[in-house]
């Protein structure tokens, strides 16, 4: 009786475990997180178009020639089947080149550094609408969120009007992480030192969950945020907001919010410097750091230099080799 209830357990442990999972991202509020969710649906079916006659055959074969069957047809003999050779070879074939030509065409369309040219399949983007610019820091364990065009500044909180595109400029103040939002579009690694892009857009008002999908330390799992999508007129209310209250982001207080902190509450600034972002991309928000940006561009300019040198000397080289070639041929007249 025990061991009969164990074997029923099993059979709904997966039910079981299935029911804690979320759907989301096949039934996305944004687009591009909805073309990837198509993506991710056609990809399996073409998949699938293999995999479940081969596992459908392989059952049939085993029942069919099953040891005892003695009225199966044996054929010691046989080795080969034009026929046969073909469903093998050409039917995966064509699986594998409609693969490539759906990733090559969705590697395009979907590249996260792209504009976006709609809004969703039945809407193009106005032309007198522009992008929300959000510059993104990912730290020890929290999210910042940086709104130059507002002047304003988030910590765990992320708002944008429907139906507006966003573009997100991602980075990381120590080690790598990944700014992740499945409502929206998929996950963007954010790196210190480097700028990576999202172009996204968000077609239903809602809150939505956002987090790090990239293990980065003690307080990663902890490292969530919550993602609005609001109306434009709640957005300005909401910036509006923001404004009212709160202190101003400058360099010494990013550098306090920097210390690794797990489970931070939302904060919010009614100021930021507007070179910060830019500091903490080229790794110099400390006063005396030399900003990344610039040292290339000093590296630059002495490598620049030092190959001048060298073409002077080489010249002041080449000219005495010159007379003396002008000289011989003048003797040989």
Known sequence: MFSHLIRRGF???PAILLAGCNTVVLNPSGDIANQQGRLIIISTILMLLIIVPVIVLIGLFA???RQNNTAARYEPDWDHSTQLEL???GAPLLIIIALGLLTWISTHTLDPYRKLSRLDAQRPIPENVKPLIVEVVALDWKWLFIYPEQGIATVNELAA?????IEFRITASTVMNSFYIPALAGQIY???GMQTKLNAVINKPG????????????????MRFKFHGVSDEDFEGWVKKIKSGGGALKRAEYIALEKPSIKDPVQHFNAVDNTLYHAILNRCVAEGQVCMD???MTDKNVKGEGKGEKTEKGAAK???QEVAMAGSQHHHE
Do not use: C, H
């Not at 009007?161 to 595109?165: A, L, S």
């Not at 809150?207 to 902890?222: C, I, T």
């Open 11 to 13: 059979i709904f442990l």
């Open 63 to 65: 029942w069919r020639y």
């Open 87 to 89: 469903v093998i070879w």
């Open 161 to 165: 009007p429907v139906d507006r595109p």
């Open 190 to 192: 954010a790196m210190p």
């Open 207 to 222: 809150e939505f969950e956002g987090f790090s999908a990239n293990y980065s330390g003690a307080g990663f799992s902890d």
């Open 294 to 296: 610039q040292q290339m």
């Open 318 to 320: 080449a000219a005495p």
